[in-house]
């Protein structure tokens, strides 16, 4: 047994110290980058906020909002959409609004060959982008499947995950990652911190997993534990390519959840990939050798996901102006956190919605 004694950060243990700035307003701000992957040597151009592949977030409905708002924020796409509807999706909008999410099993292998046998594929409008989520990134197995589809669809931008340590970020950006999925526990409704212990505080997890990426040209997307547009500040602040939000999408018109009544509010259901709930919609019931490790939990009925989006945008210009970040590129080089809590009263985050 080791101990680490390090001080390891969340989002809310630190502020953005301010900056003097020549900014005069933060619409002179821009928020979009551009990244070259490192593998499937593709572009990309836009918002790097991406909708978590979850029920409730990550849908086409999202993604076709997203177009029109049009800064190019993407959606991993739940995997629970049948192949003729992602190729009917494809048809309309492409694949560069979307993410394609797929497990490591025979059965999400089976429908990537579905997809990628349509002849959308061969005329170039199929899917770009591939999203390979597992909750344990630490797998050999996860590598090897890595490598595996690095191989079969070398042009491919994949982004892999999730983990949480440097050393884990270079094993699968050699492997054939484009961009690493970092967080393990910080999830609105994810258990895992408190149903095994393990877990990573996200700032810093962000912090040495992006050096760890840039190091060898790959990029990292942090998942999971923003609660307030300022999170995605510091998620950027830190060092983060891309921020992946769940928790901060759900509850809109896109979701297509049902509006039910709590408490006189009006509210849609949210819950965690591995929840008894997703369990049992889309796996009838918790396998008995695992529990679950996600929650569902009431989140206010908040309507078109449009206003969300530019609050969430503001933000982040914002936070750019208090730090004289002409670019979100700038951002991370101008931040400087200060710490503003003990390390000891945050490892479940009592004020927060996460574990
Ligand atoms: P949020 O933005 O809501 O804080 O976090 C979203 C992320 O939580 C997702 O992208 C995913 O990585 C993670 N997540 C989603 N469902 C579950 C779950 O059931 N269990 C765990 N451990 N994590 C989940």
């Not at 390891?8 to 630190?14: G, I, T, Y």
């Not at 980058?33 to 918002?47: A, Q």
């Not at 909008?93 to 292998?109: F, K, M, R, T």
């Not at 750019?320 to 200060?338: D, M, N, P, Q």
Request: hydrophobic share 40%.
């Amino acid at each position: 047994m080791r101990i680490e004694t390090d001080i390891k950060l969340d989002f809310k243990d630190v502020l953005i110290r301010p900056k003097r700035s020549t900014l005069p307003s933060r619409k002179n701000v821009d928020i979009s980058r551009e990244f070259d992957f490192r593998w499937s040597k593709k572009r990309f151009f836009g918002v790097p906020i991406v909708a978590a592949n979850m029920d409730g977030v990550g849908t086409m409905e999202m993604a076709e909002a997203f177009v029109e708002e049009g800064h190019g924020l993407t959606v991993a796409l739940h995997k629970h959409y049948a192949p003729e509807a992602q190729i009917d999706f494809l048809r309309k909008h492409g694949g560069s609004p979307v993410w394609y999410s797929i497990g490591i099993a025979d059965e999400d292998v089976r429908k990537l060959d579905a997809v990628l046998d349509s002849p959308l594929q061969k005329e170039g409008t199929g899917i770009d982008k591939l999203c390979i989520d597992v909750a344990n990134g630490y797998s050999e197995q996860f590598v090897e499947f890595v490598k595996r589809t690095r191989d079969r669809v070398p042009e491919m931008t994949i982004m892999a995950g999730n983990v949480v340590t440097g050393e884990m970020v270079e094993e699968l950006i050699l492997a054939g990652a484009d961009v690493v999925k970092v967080g393990i526990g910080p999830g609105s409704v994810c258990t895992t911190r408190k149903m095994t212990g393990v877990g990573y505080p996200q700032l810093s997890a962000i912090i040495e997993c992006a050096d760890a990426a840039h190091g060898l040209g790959g990029l990292v997307c942090s998942d999971g534990g923003c609660v307030v547009p300022g999170d995605l500040a510091k998620a950027f602040g830190a060092g983060a390519d891309f921020v992946m939000l769940g928790g901060m999408l759900a509850g809109h018109d896109q979701g297509g959840g049902q509006v039910i009544e709590e408490d006189g509010e009006r509210c849609v259901q949210f819950y965690g990939m591995s929840s008894a709930t997703a369990m049992d919609k889309h796996a009838g019931g918790v396998a008995e050798y695992r529990a679950s490790e996600g929650k569902t939990v009431p989140v206010p009925y908040r309507g078109d996901v449009t206003g969300t989006v530019r609050e969430i945008l503001g933000g982040i210009r914002s936070a750019c102006t208090y730090i004289g970040a002409r670019r979100l590129k700038e951002l991370s080089k101008r931040t400087t956190f200060v710490r503003v809590t003990e390390q000891l009263n945050n490892v479940f985050g009592k004020d927060r919605t996460s574990a």
